[in-house]
């Protein structure tokens, strides 16, 4: 069986892809709340939660705003985030 992937977002060359360093988010559950939220938001085409890795991969229209918006998301859900910044070192943590 395959599976196809449909992005919500019609134009895919105008996607970002920002990565989420996460603490807390340990089990299936917590994957599905801060996916399901977090596609929620505007400007927001996908979120993937690897619990293994500690990080969300979230797919979004370039706005930062839409990341400030989901690290408060995911601090009200219970986690900690922080903003990967392109370095590959944390950046601004959600958890203050």
Do not use: P
């Not at 992005?7 to 807390?24: F, N, P, Q, W």
């Amino acid at each position: 069986m395959q599976v196809y992937y449909i992005s919500r977002m019609k134009d895919k060359l105008d996607v970002k892809t920002a990565i989420l360093d996460l603490e807390g988010a340990d089990c299936a559950s917590c994957a599905y709340a801060i996916e399901h939220t977090g596609r929620k938001v505007a400007g927001v085409s996908d979120v993937y939660v690897d619990i293994n890795a500690h990080e969300a991969r979230v797919e979004y229209a370039g706005n930062r705003a839409a990341l400030e918006r989901i690290t408060q998301i995911i601090r009200s859900l219970g986690y900690d985030a922080t903003i990967r910044d392109d370095s590959g070192s944390s950046g601004e943590s959600a958890q203050q």
